[in-house]
């Protein structure tokens, strides 16, 4: 019932297949604009265990400046055999984030801008409340990307503007957002900047914020100690 979610390993090892990417692999992402769709779709292929995916830096734009060739044939792959090999380390449930709110094992980094997170600003989704999960530290994720959005810092900028958020390398951490997309961009930047592998809490903000008794609050993150 949420939006944007995971399918079952069996689905997309169905579709992967039927695009004819196998095993063997290499996938290189791309979008018209934006990284967060790239990004998304770089997670989804590590969840069911693919590591051999890239993301083509700048995207299609970037691509076209540079004088690379362009065409408009779709395709008609053979369909091959994708085996997925699913990777819980990778996602978090509600109730693995309910958990930790307890025993703050695990840090966790939202991708919405402040004033979603803070709560001062109107959420998107419809019915959703306002505020963050309890204990989280807030990281826009347009804060992250370059010039024109297509490209993330270089990996020195990223990891301060981790540390500033008040990100621990030491700590394992779940990245969230508004769907669990933009989430994937922070993800994306630890990977870029050499740190730990991020997990993503799925459901994110569609879930969490949804009306009931899960914990809110509301205002700027407070620092760890």
Same mark, same amino acid.
């Given at each position: 019932?949420?939006?944007?979610?995971?399918?079952?390993?069996?689905?997309?090892?169905?579709?992967?297949?039927?695009?004819?990417?196998?095993?063997?692999?290499?996938?290189?992402?791309?979008?018209?604009?934006?990284?967060?769709?790239?990004?998304?779709?770089?997670? +989804?292929?590590?969840?069911? @265990?693919?590591? *051999?995916?890239?993301?083509? &830096?700048?995207?299609? !734009?970037?691509?076209? %400046? $540079? =004088?690379?060739?362009?065409?408009?044939?779709?395709?008609?792959?053979?369909?091959?055999?994708?085996?997925?090999?699913?990777?819980?380390?990778?996602?978090?449930?509600?109730?693995?984030?309910?958990?930790?709110?307890?025993?703050?094992?695990?840090?966790?980094?939202?991708?919405?801008?402040?004033?979603?997170?803070?709560?001062?600003?109107?959420?998107?989704?419809?019915?959703?409340?306002?505020?963050?999960?309890?204990?989280?530290?807030?990281?826009?994720?347009? +804060?992250?990307?370059?010039? @024109?959005?297509? *490209?993330?810092?270089?990996? &020195?900028?990223?990891? !301060?503007?981790?540390? %500033? $958020? =008040?990100?621990?390398?030491?700590?394992?951490?779940?990245?969230?957002?508004?769907?669990?997309?933009?989430?994937?961009?922070?993800?994306?930047?630890?990977?870029?900047?050499?740190?730990?592998?991020?997990?993503?809490?799925?459901?994110?903000?569609?879930?969490?914020?949804?009306?009931?008794?899960?914990?809110?609050?509301?205002?700027?993150?407070?620092?760890?100690?």
């Amino acid at each position: 019932p949420l939006p944007h979610m995971l399918p079952t390993q069996e689905q997309f090892a169905a579709q992967v297949g039927a695009l004819g990417i196998g095993d063997r692999h290499m996938v290189v992402l791309y979008a018209g604009a934006g990284l967060a769709g790239p990004a998304r779709v770089w997670w +989804t292929f590590r969840v069911f @265990g693919h590591d *051999s995916v890239r993301i083509l &830096d700048g995207g299609l !734009a970037a691509w076209k %400046a $540079a =004088g690379g060739p362009v065409g408009t044939a779709v395709p008609c792959p053979a369909p091959v055999q994708f085996t997925p090999r699913f990777r819980p380390d990778l996602v978090r449930d509600r109730s693995q984030i309910l958990a930790n709110i307890e025993t703050r094992a695990e840090q966790i980094l939202d991708a919405r801008a402040a004033g979603r997170f803070e709560g001062t600003a109107a959420e998107p989704w419809p019915g959703r409340r306002q505020g963050h999960i309890p204990g989280s530290l807030n990281l826009d994720n347009a +804060t992250l990307l370059a010039s @024109g959005g297509g *490209s993330l810092l270089p990996p &020195d900028e990223l990891r !301060a503007r981790f540390a %500033a $958020a =008040g990100y621990d390398a030491a700590k394992p951490v779940v990245t969230s957002c508004g769907s669990g997309i933009t989430a994937c961009i922070l993800a994306l930047a630890l990977h870029r900047a050499g740190l730990p592998d991020a997990a993503v809490y799925d459901g994110s903000w569609a879930e969490w914020g949804l009306p009931g008794d899960l914990p809110v609050e509301t205002g700027p993150a407070r620092q760890p100690d």
